[in-house]
């Protein structure tokens, strides 16, 4: 704890991750060999620097950038960047901490790392978004490579600063190398269904959690938290299934059309005009059904569902709020952030007989896919939408059955919890362990 003093968030993904192992180390005590468990818990490295960019007043101004480059056992460091003025090197830690447990469980060959900075991109001009990324990349870029560490998007970082990003990271290097970050543009690179690919992936490990009490999406309530990237595409899936999302946000408030969101419309608001969710009742026009709760005024957990999905930010769905969703009849929830629910929140879940996904799991679909997009450009391939979208829900299946299968091995049967820090930790110690001390 004094070695990581003020990281609250790490401190909690990492107890979590620990509560867990108590049940390896009973059955397999040679897991406590050579601090196998306290090594995966430190950084292999951590990186700190200045990010000084010059805004369109002519000030120059001066943020902060991390990258923590936390478990190459597996394979190159891989994990997103974040943008939001909120990051410290204690978020970014638990991020990256996380990410090892869940590239592993996708299966593929990535190690775990995560980076970002303080710059709040919300209001800037395309020019000092470029800016700013350029000089992020100035610095960065001698800690990346295909085979070192492949950074993607998170909060704040989307298809416009990874093109910002990979473009200076090519004019410095001198190399076109396609595999050194993922979330690229359709047309340098990227793979389809990427986009996609969390908030899809999401409502897949969902469905097949609904699908072992012999239920579906087919005319649930659901509502999700957010209106980015993962949200718009996890209620994208939902609606397909058959499910009724009746409830997203933004940190501005939540948005409730009683008859079904127009996914259109968010997608027109939030991607097109980078507006707020409260432009929805505008928009559509308020009344029969459709309300804004403005921020602090409300929690959308207060709103009746089905199926929960948090998929905004940290700690967003308190003990309080599950006690609500509990209350109200919930059967499921699938996180689709990084650790979206507290863990009060999750205990009152797990207590209530409800189905919990957690984050390592359940929105793995995105960096999954951005290893399938870093095998299409080792290969100089490009796949069909199809394909990796075929790909991507096999993926999310064999995670569930993963989690599932581990957790009644390890005596904890329908804990989603432990049976993914279980399946996850096992595939990584077992390298480390070949490695010897390192
Ligand atoms: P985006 O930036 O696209 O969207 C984030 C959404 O969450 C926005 O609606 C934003 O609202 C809201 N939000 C963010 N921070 C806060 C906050 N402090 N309070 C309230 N609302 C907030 O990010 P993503 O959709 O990519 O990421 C969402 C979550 O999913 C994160 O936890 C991320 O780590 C996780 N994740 C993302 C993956 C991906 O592939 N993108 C992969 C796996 C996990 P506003 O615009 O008002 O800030």
């Known amino acids: 704890v004094r070695r990581n003093a003020g990281e609250p968030e790490f401190h909690q993904a990492v107890r979590e991750v620990l509560e867990s192992l ?14 196998l468990i306290e090594r995966i818990c430190e950084p292999e490295r951590q990186i700190i620097f200045r990010v000084p960019w010059t805004d369109d007043k002519g000030r120059v101004q001066i943020n902060r950038g991390f990258r923590v480059q936390f478990s190459s056992a597996m394979g190159p460091y891989k994990g997103g960047l974040r943008f939001h003025p909120s990051v410290n090197v204690g978020i970014i830690k638990f991020l990256g901490f ?9 299966g593929l060959p990535i190690g775990g790392g995560k980076g970002g900075s303080d710059f709040d991109p919300k209001g800037r001009s395309d020019g000092e978004v470029m800016r700013f990324c350029q000089s992020f990349m100035t610095e960065l870029y001698r800690h990346l490579g295909e085979y070192t ?10 298809a416009r600063e990874i093109g910002y990003l990979f473009g200076q990271y090519k004019r410095l290097t001198n190399r076109y190398e396609a595999g050194v970050l993922t979330g690229k543009g359709l047309f340098y690179g990227g793979s389809l269904a990427r986009k996609e690919a969390t908030g899809y992936g999401n409502t897949y490990f969902t469905q097949a959690m609904l699908r072992t009490g012999g239920s579906d999406f087919d005319g649930k309530t659901v509502v999700v938290s957010g209106s980015g990237n993962v949200a718009t595409y996890t209620i994208e899936k939902v609606q397909e299934f ?3 999302v009746v409830a997203c946000s933004d940190s501005s408030g939540y948005i409730v059309d009683e008859s079904g969101l127009d ?9 097109v005009r980078r507006g707020r969710v409260s432009q929805y009742a505008r928009l559509k026009g308020e009344g029969n059904g459709v309300y804004f709760v403005k921020s602090g005024e409300g929690s959308i957990w207060d709103v009746a569902c089905d199926v929960a999905m948090p ?21 499921a929830v699938g996180e689709g952030a990084n650790m979206p629910c507290t863990p009060e929140a999750i205990r009152t879940f797990q207590q209530a007989g409800v189905k919990f996904g957690p984050g390592k799991a359940a929105n793995a679909g995105g960096v999954a896919t951005s290893a399938l997009e870093m095998q299409q450009n080792a290969s100089r391939d490009r796949w069909s939408f199809e394909k990796t979208e ?3 829900a096999d993926i999310m299946r064999d995670i569930h059955d993963s989690c599932y299968t581990t957790a009644e091995e390890f005596g904890a049967p329908g804990d989603y919890v432990i049976g993914a820090n279980i399946a996850g930790f096992i595939r990584v110690a077992e390298p480390m362990r070949a490695f010897g001390v390192i």
């Open 22 to 35: 108590g049940r390896v180390v009973a059955k397999r005590p040679d897991y406590l060999e050579d601090a």
């Open 98 to 106: 996380e990410q090892i447990f869940k590239n592993a469980l996708t």
């Open 149 to 158: 560490d492949v950074p993607a998007g998170d909060i704040g970082v989307g």
């Open 242 to 244: 058959g499910g009724k």
């Open 263 to 271: 996914l259109d419309l968010i997608k027109e608001i939030k991607e």
């Open 311 to 331: 998929s905004a930010t940290q700690n967003e769905l308190t003990g309080k709020d599950a006690a609500k969703l509990v209350k109200n009849g919930v059967t």
């Open 390 to 392: 075929a790909r991507l």
